[in-house]
């Protein structure tokens, strides 16, 4: 499959839904059910083997992943590297392409800062996502705009962020970006307005409350990720069984 044919995948009249994966047999699994495409999660992909999320995983590692990932299933693979795993652009574009080497047909680049909270500036994130895209990768960019308030126990849902949000997706798509990915965001009128007032694809992450994939569909939405939410669901299942075993 070709980026092109990748991106086409990417349309509200049949969103592409992710049901994120973090190592070779939970993309076989994902797979089967019929997936259109597989993508790993950060946390997730980290968590399987023992780190913490937050580019801890050694990079090396991740590569391996996405090779036992390509030779179990032949959809398109789409990689969260989280921030580049490199200080500078070009070492973002140098890390990428050896993902693209690896199998990868695009990635998922977000804009925190590696160090520290806040977000990294937009002059600055932009040379990143050209780094990454003329690696030949599909970039999905991520924002951590609305990500951050939540994590801190906030309300992420206000329009001044919206505002911003809208402002980062144009210099982001000038840069090459094919995809803007807004975790964090669930109000239903906030998200119509993204997916009216931006020229990438919207892509949200799927939270406790938000409505069914179709109507998110109706609201304009072409991509919605499930994020650590499968990983996360499965090791409560492993963890009740040993719990019962062990009993």
């Not at 970006?177 to 964090?184: E, I, L, T, W």
């Not at 965001?185 to 998200?191: E, F, G, H, K, Q």
Request: proline content about 4%; overall charge negative; charged content about 25%.
């Amino acid at each position: 499959m070709t980026i092109e044919d990748f991106a086409a995948l990417h349309t509200s009249t049949g969103p592409l839904a992710v049901s994120n994966i973090w190592d070779a047999g939970s993309a076989a699994v994902v797979a089967r059910a019929g997936a259109k495409a597989i993508a790993t999660g950060s946390l997730s992909l980290a968590g399987s083997q023992g780190f913490e999320d937050g580019e801890v995983l050694p990079f090396d590692a991740l590569l391996a992943t996405v090779g036992q990932v390509g030779r179990v299933c032949g959809l398109p693979l789409s990689v969260d590297v989280v921030k580049g795993y490199a200080a500078s652009a070009e070492g973002v574009r140098d890390n990428l392409a050896k993902l693209r080497e690896a199998g990868a047909i695009g990635c998922n680049l977000e804009d925190r800062l590696i160090v520290g909270k806040g977000l990294r500036d937009v002059p600055d994130q932009c040379e990143r996502i050209e780094a990454a895209a003329s690696a030949g990768l599909f970039v999905n960019a991520r924002t951590a705009i609305f990500l951050e308030p939540l994590m801190a126990g906030e309300d992420p849902n206000r329009a001044d962020l919206v505002d911003a949000a809208i402002e980062r997706a144009a210099a982001y798509a000038d840069a090459g970006a094919r995809c803007f990915f807004v975790p964090g965001l669930s109000d239903t009128d906030l998200i119509e307005r993204m997916c009216r007032e931006v020229s990438l694809p919207i892509n949200v992450m799927r939270l406790d409350g938000m409505p069914a994939n179709r109507d998110l569909a109706r609201l304009g939405v072409a991509r919605i990720s499930y994020g650590p939410a499968p990983w996360r669901d499965a090791m409560a299942q492993v963890q009740d069984a040993a719990r019962e075993a062990f009993a």
